[in-house]
């Protein structure tokens, strides 16, 4: 089993930022890809952004330029920084890992963000 544990949502005006982090815990031994997902209220979950233990970056076209996904490997953290946060990006920010083998998905409980002024 793996656990993660997000912070750093909040409250934001249009045009600021946040960071957010997660921490990684149990048996992350066959973790590969760490990422950031996001579901505002009534749409599906999305891609943010992954990222995966060799350091290959993915990211969604709408945050692409304003959101870095960044990894410490030997804290089994993964961080999202969001710069030009737009009302839009309102949503749960869910941090996800992939277990390789088995390939299982995990998921934290989710950290609000709000874009508004």
């Known amino acids: 089993q793996v656990q993660l544990v997000e912070s750093g949502g909040g409250l934001v005006q249009p045009g600021g930022s946040l960071r957010l982090s997660c921490a990684a815990s149990?048996?992350?031994?066959?973790?590969?890809?760490m990422g950031w997902y996001r579901q505002a209220p009534g749409k599906e979950r999305e891609l943010v952004a992954t990222i995966t233990r060799g350091g290959s970056r993915n990211y969604a076209d709408s945050v692409k330029g304003r959101f870095t996904i960044s990894r410490d490997i030997a804290k089994t953290m993964v961080y999202l920084q969001m710069n030009s946060l737009i009302p839009e990006d309102t949503a749960v920010y869910y941090c996800?890992?992939?277990?390789?083998?088995?390939?299982?998905?995990?998921w934290g409980q989710g950290t609000q963000v709000t874009v508004s002024s």
């Open positions: 149990g048996s992350i031994f066959n973790i590969n890809t």
């Open positions: 996800n890992a992939v277990n390789m083998i088995p390939t299982i998905n995990y």
